[in-house]
């Protein structure tokens, strides 16, 4: 996927200024979508958003977000903000009001019918003073999900869970997830990005199985291109039987993107959730997530 001018280390615009701070919780398949950053010529989460609020508040409007996902991945707890010129902000009210609604619940089901079945807002609200969508998080929640029953994925999980036809040893994948748990350099599990740091808190990576079904829970501060992706085929190839859990955390001595094992498929991969700050302490957040760590000497 091609990073969009959205990839750089610079917060969002302030709220102030005759801008009005919205914040969106966002759901969507991720199979159809080259993932999330807009981009030119392609379909992606938020050029489908971005039209369709744009068509609304008829002014364009551009949506940052907590993490963009890449080509195929998920989302049931995406988060978002968007800033909207006040002026522009009443063309989301209807003309008849229902007294006990939200205020902008007029607004979520009219983007209901404006999008695609492929996404959903799910919420807006106005964003508390010092939200940024990005920077303000404090860490980001994903899930990986596998099948091990012998005849792959049923029809109704096919878009969202990995069929995984050889057997797993799932003691030892914990086992190498949990050596990879920590404020560490991932520079071998991301992909490289210009002027991105790769040092992230792995603040969660275990597993659980029910019935034929394996789910990988992770959770980080951040995570950088293709992090998750990959840190869930390398403890796969733990689990496989073909490394063994030093091998695994040998890798965060790497200074580069590995080359000994290959990303999971994106379709088993979903943001389900994004934790911030009390409202107090958001501002303060977005200055220390801009503190860009590097690598021990």
Known sequence: MTPSNDATNEPAIDSDGGFV??????????????GWATQTGQR?????????????????????????TDTGVHASGQVAHVDVPAEALGNAYPRTPRPQ????????????????????????????????????????????????????A????????TPWPRRLDVAAMAAASAGLVGLHDFAAFCRHREGATTIRDLQRFDWAVTGDLVTAYVTADAFCWSMVRSLVGA?????????DAAWCAGLLDATARSSAFAAAPARGLS???????????????????RDLRTRPT
């Open 21 to 34: 701070r919205l914040r969106l919780d966002i759901a969507y398949d991720g199979t159809e979508f080259a």
């Open 44 to 68: 992606t989460v938020a050029g489908v958003l971005e039209e369709a609020l744009g068509t609304v508040f008829r002014t364009p409007v551009v949506l940052r977000a907590a993490g963009r």
């Open 101 to 152: 609604d939200p205020e902008f619940a007029p607004l979520v089901r009219r983007l209901g019918r404006f999008l695609p079945e492929d996404v959903r807002v799910l919420d807006i609200v106005r964003a508390p003073a010092g939200f940024d969508a990005r920077f303000s998080a404090l860490r980001r929640h994903y899930e990986y999900r596998l099948s091990i029953a012998a005849f792959g």
């Open 154 to 161: 049923t029809p109704q999980q096919a878009r969202f869970v």
């Open 235 to 243: 403890v796969l190839a733990v689990g496989e039987g073909r490394r």
């Open 271 to 289: 943001l389900v959730g994004v934790d911030y700050p009390p409202d107090d302490q958001l501002e303060a957040r977005i200055l220390l997530t």
